[in-house]
Antibody
Framework: EVQLLESGGGLVQPGGSLRLSCAASGFTFSNFVMDWVRQAPGKGLEWVSA????????YYADSVKGRFTISRDNSRTTLYLQMNSLRAEDTAMYYC??????????WGQGTMVTVSS | EIVLTQSPGTLSLSPGERATLSCRASQSVIGSYLAWYQQKPGQAPRLLIYGASSRATGIPDRFSGSGSGTDFTLTISRLEPEDFAVYYC?????????FGQGTKVEIK
């Protein structure tokens, strides 16, 4: 069964850091672009970041550029999102997603990040 | 960055009726890299349509997508009770992905 399982969310103070993980199984992880997508409470979906299949190319939304870093470990079939200098507006459910032909065909269940003092 | 605008914001329909959702892009979407998702409360989004008109695995044929360039449409031919949800369009181009703001399909 194809599965993505996020972890690492929680409550963090403004200016703090958090690292999210996404464990993948059931498909050849190293063949696919992987992404992070977030959703603030009661709001729509926002693409956050993507990483190429080999990890050599990374892409970011302007809202997180310079603060977030995406990476992957293909030997561990795990995707990561290092989030620094967190702001209240980063509060959201963070989903990892598998990308195929530009669409997100597999999603995890999400991990909640709350930035508050 | 390509901006996607969905309309209407809310669609109030009865089971059995036809739903037509619109997604307009601020620039032409490259290669018809346009997808549609369904999201129900408390759940992750689910891919319905990719490449503007191809149904994802396991999606019923009452869901169809069409369009190209800057104008795209998701049609649900006959609404089933489980189809009442929020729908998002999404595009990929120039190493950037963007979503529309969503259309809520609610029971009339």
């Amino acid at each position: 069964e194809v599965q993505l399982l996020e972890s690492g969310g929680g409550l963090v103070q403004p200016g703090g850091s958090l690292r999210l993980s996404c464990a993948a199984s059931g498909f050849t992880f190293s063949n696919f672009v992987m992404d992070w997508v977030r959703q603030a409470p009661g709001k729509g979906l926002e693409w956050v970041s993507a990483v190429s299949s080999g990890g050599g190319s990374t892409y970011y939304a302007d809202s997180v550029k310079g603060r977030f870093t995406i990476s992957r470990d293909n030997s561990r079939t795990t995707l990561y999102l290092q989030m620094n200098s967190l702001r209240a507006e980063d509060t959201a459910m963070y989903y990892c997603a598998k990308s195929d032909r530009g669409a997100f065909d597999v999603w995890g269940q999400g991990t909640m990040v709350t930035v508050s003092s | 960055e390509i901006v996607l605008t969905q309309s209407p914001g809310t669609l109030s329909l009865s089971p059995g009726e036809r739903a037509t959702l619109s997604c307009r892009a601020s620039q032409s979407v490259i290669g018809s890299y346009l997808a549609w998702y369904q999201q129900k409360p408390g759940q992750a989004p689910r891919l319905l349509i990719y490449g503007a008109s191809s149904r994802a695995t396991g999606i019923p044929d009452r869901f169809s997508g069409s369009g190209s360039g800057t104008d795209f449409t998701l049609t649900i031919s006959r609404l089933e009770p489980e189809d009442f949800a929020v729908y998002y369009c999404q595009q990929y181009g120039s190493s950037s992905w963007t979503f529309g703001q969503g259309t809520k399909v609610e029971i009339k």
